[in-house]
């Protein structure tokens, strides 16, 4: 298996060749120095297995992540009532949470090929934990103080802003570490990572925040991130030039932001996301306010979905590996989201004159939100693929970015939806939204 290799721009010294370093040192095209932690990688011994642990290291740094992003809107009803929120305020705090990720993606995503994923995710996820340990003690709802909803929503922009290393790094490395014939495999495994995090979030944070405040919420979440940057230090390293790392080969096409493929494919994958962040954000809401239902129904609804979710991710990996059908595959899932969300605009609509539809919304929220967000791993392979070797820290950043716009606007506009058009209208742009990425992936790379 070819290794991965950045082309230098200048002829390498003789005295270099004669030392015969020259294959241990990466050096990318903008930047001339050697890379010390690919020298240093590259005198390391590793087991033929390592691949695993840094496939779980990446698990476990996206895991924490989406815990942050996904659980703390599973807390909505909480957090609206703890902080004295208004569906406006709410919404305006969960959306900057996901600014913060959305601004912060590309620059870390550059970093990330310049610096290599192992610094790039030590200091995000060590910055993340330090930061929301900060919120654990400072922007918490007491019997003294209420933190306004100014404090709050910047301290949230702060984690996401902190929160974005975590993408684009963690792919890196895995595509780094796995050969082509397992690179799909291993993105969705690390996108499984995202369901699981939210769902244990969702499943877990509403009863802490009712139970013990927020104060244990964000408390828990730093301490997450806080493991998660200890597995990077110990196990994540830059693949070896020799001995046994798989490695992709060295890129040719053009830089990611002039590629009209990759900003496509990042285009889709935002699109398809709106839908998604919809279910995220404010299916609870929609499942208290609209369906009457308690804790226990929205929070075990929306641990089906994540759960769902991390079950086909896996499963679509594997298959499109061994079929080598990603954008068809891609094509099917937009589809079938918006038929899944069309189905949940129509029930909304029929519940008004046969309550008994109401007990239906569960579990076409689950199937809605399963649907549209299956696709993760594929599309992420997809996208790094088109990239090239060289720029799959700065692609997959460029995608989620798009993908963090949505957590952004989403939210900020549900309320606004609301109040025009109430809970028909919300499902109706969602299944919009998810239609309009299917005609994208329409054409063929």
């Known amino acids: 298996m070819t290794l991965w290799r950045y082309i230098p721009s200048v002829k390498p010294s003789a005295g270099l060749i004669g030392k015969g370093i020259m294959s241990a040192i990466v050096t990318r095209s903008d930047c001339q120095q050697p890379d010390v932690a690919a020298v240093t990688s590259a005198r390391r011994s590793f087991g033929p297995n390592h691949r695993w642990k840094v496939l779980g290291i990446g698990v476990a740094a996206n895991a924490g992540f989406s815990a942050t992003f996904s659980g703390i809107p599973a807390s909505a009803v909480v957090m609206r009532q703890g902080y004295h929120l208004d569906n406006a305020s709410l919404g305006l705090a969960l959306g900057l949470l996901g600014l913060g990720v959305a601004l912060s993606e590309l620059p870390w995503g550059v970093l990330t090929d310049r610096w290599g994923d192992r610094r790039v995710l030590l200091t995000g996820l060590g910055a993340t934990a330090a930061w929301l340990f900060i919120m654990a003690l400072l922007v918490v709802p007491t019997k003294a103080a209420i933190p306004g909803v100014a404090l709050l929503s910047a301290s949230l922009l702060v984690a996401g802003l902190l929160g974005g290393s975590v993408n684009g790094s963690s792919g890196r490395a895995i595509m780094g570490w796995f050969g082509e014939g397992e690179r799909g495999f291993a993105m969705s495994i690390r996108q499984t990572a995202v369901p699981l995090g939210g769902g244990l979030g969702a499943l877990v944070l509403p009863s802490l925040a009712l139970g013990l405040g927020f104060t244990a919420v964000f408390g828990l979440l730093a301490a997450v991130s806080a493991v998660s940057a200890c597995f990077a230090w110990r196990w994540l390293h830059e693949p070896p030039v020799e001995g046994g790392s798989h490695a992709a080969t060295a890129t040719t ?193």
């Not at 199937?367 to 696709?375: D, K, L, R, T």
């Open 253 to 445: 096409g053009p830089a990611p932001l002039r590629n009209i493929e990759v900003w496509r494919i990042s285009t889709a994958i935002g699109l398809l996301c709106f839908p998604q962040v919809a279910v995220l954000t404010f299916a609870s809401v929609f499942l208290h306010d609209f369906a009457g239902m308690g804790t226990f129904v929205t929070s075990a609804t929306l641990a089906a979905v994540q759960t769902g979710a991390m079950v086909m991710r896996v499963w679509s990996g594997r298959f499109t590996d061994r079929h080598g059908n990603r954008r068809p595959f891609l094509k099917i899932c937009s589809a079938l989201s918006t038929l899944a969300f069309l189905v949940l605009w129509l029930l909304v609509i029929g519940a008004a004159g046969a309550p008994l539809l109401l007990q239906l919304l569960p579990l076409v929220v689950v199937v809605a939100g399963i649907f549209v967000s299956a696709w993760h791993g594929v599309a992420y392979t997809e996208l790094a693929t088109l990239a090239g070797a060289g720029h799959v820290g700065t692609a997959l950043s460029l995608a989620n970015s798009f993908v963090f716009i949505g957590f952004c606007l989403v939210p900020i506009a549900i309320p606004w939806l609301l109040v025009a058009f109430a809970w028909p209208g919300v499902w109706l742009a969602a299944a919009i939204c998810a239609a309009l990425a299917w005609p994208i992936f329409l054409r063929q790379a």
